[in-house]
T-cell receptor, first 117, second 118 residues
């Protein structure tokens, strides 16, 4: 079965410094991996997704993530944090089930990112 | 594009009453919709998957008679919490998927509905 582990429940950075949100996955298949962001009182927004193409995936708002099969990791990074990046971030794996029929999303427990001025 | 709305955004009801939550895909046709619930400081847990015109598929441990799901059209799914109890208080989030938009894996999420049962 597929699963994701987000190693940090809270991360705090200063504005202008790099962001690293860690995620490790477990999958029996070649996984599809996603990062979603949830701002207060707003819907989850897709930041980026990996679906077995390029291992370095660029997303919106300057975020990117690198798929490392040897480390079973899919960490999210951003070179310089903005105040508007403060939100909760979810690492997600697609449960491909039998031949991709189900495509359910399995969420990590989330990482709350705080950005200090 | 790919906007999903939910109504209401929050609801307070008395124990024993039923509450209906609507999920709409505003600018695309959603062949599949999903319902999740999120408890405070916890992750999203999938409750059920619904395909337009067919019965919903519920996850293990989710009571289908308590959480009624109807997906009557390609743009609307409803979740009815029947005989609500305080332990049903949660944040309910829907998502929608379209075969035409970004592949089968990508889901577009609504803003959520916060339910408080007194």
């Amino acid at each position: 079965a597929q699963s994701v582990t987000q190693l940090d429940s809270h991360v705090s950075v200063s504005e202008g410094t790099p962001v690293l949100l860690r995620c490790n996955y477990s999958s029996s298949y070649s996984p599809s991996l996603f990062w979603y962001v949830q701002h207060p009182n707003k819907g989850l927004q897709l930041l980026l997704k990996y679906t077995s193409a390029a291992t370095l995936v660029k997303g919106i708002n300057g975020f990117e993530a690198e798929f490392k099969k040897s480390e079973t990791s899919f960490h999210l990074t951003k070179p310089s944090a903005h105040m508007s990046d403060a939100a909760e971030y979810f690492c997600v794996v697609s449960d491909q089930g039998h031949g991709g029929a189900t495509n359910k999303l399995i969420f990590g427990t989330g990482t709350l990112l705080a950005v200090q001025p | 594009g790919a906007v999903v709305s939910q109504h209401p955004s929050w609801v307070i009801c008395k124990s024993g009453t039923s509450v209906k939550i609507e999920c709409r895909s505003l600018d695309f046709q959603a062949t599949t919709m999903f319902w999740y619930r999120q408890f405070p400081k916890q992750s999203l847990m999938l409750m059920a998957t619904s395909n337009e015109g067919s019965k919903a598929t519920y996850e293990q441990g989710v009571e289908k008679d308590k959480f009624l799901i109807n997906h009557a059209s390609l743009t609307l799914s409803t979740l009815t919490v029947t005989s609500a109890h305080p332990e049903d208080s949660s944040f309910y989030i829907c998502s929608a998927r379209s075969r035409r938009l970004a592949g089968l894996e990508t889901q577009y999420f609504g803003p959520g509905t916060r339910l408080l049962v007194l």
